[in-house]
């Protein structure tokens, strides 16, 4: 762990020197919480040139390695693509583990729509809505996808709470031979 | 549950997201009508109007053509979940959506969802996505909303 104390560590301690009960009448702020897991990872902030704009802050909150398996498509009204998730890893510095393995997939229409969970090191599964944007730029040579993804996580209460109350976008790059995707997520602070 | 063996890869790449201010919409609300749910507390609020400015699109809120639809939750955070439409400057019909978080700090950002027309003047709303910070006055009627596009 890099925090000198964090409150998980807090609470382990005060519990298991028999007065945790005395604790559960206290109410948590959301920014006590916030500098309890807070990282250590710079913040890149991002403004307008005119000054009333609020800048927004991103930091990397951890990375994906997705591998895919499956691809089916269904021609309903408007087709649906399945393209199944085997597995993966994660990665970084406020979350590592893997993916839950055969957890689900992307229900596509015209843009992916992911449904999936994660394991995190510590047991937790965190599910995860994934929806995103991929656009092509034919210009300036070479032409390049640009491939965003916006997810919604549900985390279960301890630790990873945070995710339930932060929004995320994240940067994905396709890679080929095995096919996978490699998801680096940013906090949007 | 079938296991998953992950292969070796040499794809451990930290990708950059840079953010390129857009536009910002001033937008006015009724009052917010609440109830108790089993999901938390519901609230609606219609979005009455709006002005949009921004170097690449101009607009206005479509008047009543929607609002906050957010549940405020047991830790007293806002899941926000808003839809309503735009009219640009040229006539075209704009869709937004915009989902995330209002947290008690202070905190109000979001992703936005922006669906236009693709033989029209703004395609480029399509398939980009949008990071939102939002203002919102004391009596919760007056907001402005920054977009960001994510590039």
């Known amino acids: 762990m890099n925090e000198p104390i964090s409150r998980r560590a807090l609470l382990t301690a005060v519990a298991s020197a028999g007065v945790g009960a005395s604790l559960a009448g206290v109410t948590r ?31 990397w909150a951890f990375s994906a390695t ?8 269904i021609n309903s009204p408007t087709p649906r693509g ?5 597995g993966g890893e994660i990665w970084g510095p406020r979350l590592q583990g893997r993916v839950l393995p055969h957890s689900g997939a992307d229900y596509f229409k015209t843009t992916f729509n992911t449904y999936y969970c994660f394991q995190a090191s ?16 034919e210009t300036p040579e070479p032409a390049h996808v640009r491939f965003r993804a916006t997810p919604v996580f549900t985390a279960p209460s301890g630790p990873h709470e945070w995710m ?13 031979n095995p096919d996978h995707t490699v998801f680096t997520y940013y906090e949007v602070l | 549950m079938r296991d998953f063996v992950v292969p070796k890869t040499d794809t451990k790449v930290k990708g950059e997201v840079t953010l390129d201010y857009a536009f910002q919409l001033q937008a006015h609300y009724d009052p917010p009508v609440a109830h108790a749910s089993p999901k938390g507390t519901f609230r609606y609020q219609d979005i009455t109007s709006g002005e949009l400015r921004g170097e690449h699109f101009n607009a206005t809120v479509y008047p009543d053509s929607g ?13 926000v979940d808003a839809h309503f439409i735009l009219k640009a400057d040229n006539g075209e019909w704009v869709y937004m959506e915009h989902v995330g978080y209002r947290r008690t700090d202070g905190y109000y950002r979001a992703i936005a969802y922006v669906e236009a027309d693709t033989k029209g003047a703004y395609d480029w709303l399509n398939n980009t996505t949008f990071v939102v910070t939002a203002k919102e006055s004391p009596d919760e009627r007056q907001v402005t909303f920054y ?4 590039n």
Request: aromatic share 12%.
């Open chain 1, 29 to 59: 702020s959301v920014e006590a919480e916030e500098t309890a897991h807070s990282s250590r990872e710079p913040v890149s902030y991002f403004g307008a040139p005119d000054a009333q704009v609020p800048k927004v802050g991103l930091r």
């Open chain 1, 66 to 73: 997705v591998f895919f398996a499956d691809r089916i498509m």
């Open chain 1, 82 to 86: 399945y393209t199944s998730v085997g």
């Open chain 1, 122 to 137: 510590d047991g937790a599964i965190i599910f995860i809505h994934n929806r995103g944007t991929m656009r092509r730029f």
């Open chain 1, 164 to 176: 339930n109350r932060t929004v995320f976008v994240a940067h994905c790059q396709r890679q080929s």
């Open chain 2, 67 to 79: 609002g906050q639809y957010d549940t405020v939750r047991g830790d007293r955070i806002r899941d």
């Open chain 2, 147 to 150: 977009y960001y596009t994510a």
